[in-house]
């Protein structure tokens, strides 16, 4: 064996070996990202709840309770929680739906994004159909636990959201829970008069997986939760809930 073909076998080896210490590194990095995105996320989500939390025992006018909270973030509207459930956020708003898609409540850019308001809504709840959207995310956070509401007995365990506004405190009672596909516009805000609105509200109340025993009319405000569902394409599950204060 020639001490070039020796030569030759050690720049092969070597090159193989930092070729698979490359490959090995992506590796580790692909499997830890996640990881550590989600770790962020969950801090920064406590931190946030905590915040909220104390502020509830510290200000006894229910305005103050949002007024740090505010001074991170001032497109919030309001706080969204499911007792019993992971559900405990707040929901933003902004004049672009899609920009937090891929924010968080910090505005940073993030994979977990937030809980927000349709852009056609105001917070104030003037709109007969208020729509907060979350992520189905897999780490079980934002509305992934609300995949459990395909359950009729985790419905009759959870049937309140709380979503409460900057000025009071709110309770929904829900009244349908569906699967559907992004072609049915269950997401209307605006409605020609009663009867139009009336006719959506029946037709929410057909899509329901089962009967909630709950009835809607035209006399009452609504709220929307939407996240995606997989089990066909560009699916939505959708929770329907009424004011009930």
Same mark, same amino acid.
């Given at each position: 064996?020639?001490?070039?073909?020796?030569? *030759?076998?050690?720049?092969?080896?070597?090159?193989?070996?930092?070729? @698979?210490?490359?490959?090995? &590194?992506?590796?580790?990095?692909?499997?830890?990202?996640?990881?550590?995105?989600?770790?962020?996320?969950?801090?920064?989500?406590?931190?946030?709840?905590? /915040?909220?939390?104390?502020?509830?025992?510290?200000?006894?006018?229910? /305005?103050?309770?949002?007024?740090?909270?505010?001074?991170?973030? =001032?497109?919030?509207?309001?706080?969204?929680?499911?007792?019993?459930?992971?559900?405990?956020? =707040?929901?933003?708003?902004?004049?672009?739906?899609?920009?937090?898609?891929?924010?968080?409540?910090?505005?940073?850019? *993030?994979?977990?994004? +937030?809980?927000?308001?349709?852009?056609?809504?105001?917070?104030?709840?003037?709109?007969?159909?208020?729509?907060?959207?979350?992520?189905?995310?897999?780490?079980?956070?934002?509305?992934?636990?609300?995949?459990?509401?395909?359950?009729?007995?985790?419905?009759?365990?959870?049937?309140?959201?709380?979503?409460?506004? @900057?000025?009071?405190?709110?309770?929904?009672?829900?009244?349908?829970?569906?699967?559907?596909? &992004?072609?049915?516009?269950?997401?209307?805000?605006?409605?020609?008069?009663? *009867?139009?609105?009336?006719?959506?509200? /029946?037709?929410?109340? *057909?899509?329901?997986?089962?009967?909630?025993?709950?009835?809607? +009319?035209?006399?009452? &405000?609504?709220?929307?939760?939407?996240?995606?569902?997989?089990?066909?394409?560009?699916?939505?599950?959708?929770?329907?809930?009424?004011?009930?204060?």
């Amino acid at each position: 064996m020639t001490k070039e073909y020796k030569k *030759s076998l050690h720049v092969i080896r070597a090159a193989i070996i930092i070729i @698979l210490f490359i490959i090995a &590194t992506y590796c580790v990095y692909y499997i830890v990202k996640p990881m550590i995105i989600t770790y962020k996320n969950d801090n920064l989500n406590k931190n946030i709840s905590k /915040k909220y939390h104390q502020s509830i025992e510290k200000n006894t006018n229910f /305005k103050d309770r949002y007024s740090d909270l505010e001074k991170i973030n =001032p497109d919030i509207v309001g706080w969204l929680n499911i007792s019993g459930t992971k559900v405990d956020y =707040p929901v933003v708003r902004t004049n672009d739906n899609s920009f937090y898609l891929i924010h968080n409540f910090e505005k940073q850019p *993030s994979n977990h994004r +937030s809980i927000f308001m349709d852009f056609r809504n105001m917070g104030d709840l003037k709109t007969k159909n208020n729509i907060i959207y979350g992520h189905n995310m897999k780490d079980g956070s934002m509305f992934q636990q609300l995949m459990n509401f395909k359950d009729k007995s985790y419905f009759e365990s959870h049937p309140i959201i709380e979503f409460d506004t @900057l000025t009071e405190p709110i309770k929904w009672q829900i009244f349908s829970v569906y699967v559907t596909s &992004t072609k049915f516009n269950y997401i209307r805000t605006e409605f020609n008069n009663d *009867s139009d609105y009336e006719d959506f509200l /029946k037709q929410l109340k *057909s899509h329901s997986m089962y009967d909630t025993g709950v009835n809607v +009319s035209k006399d009452d &405000t609504i709220l929307t939760l939407s996240t995606c569902s997989y089990e066909i394409e560009d699916g939505r599950l959708a929770i329907e809930a009424k004011l009930i204060k």
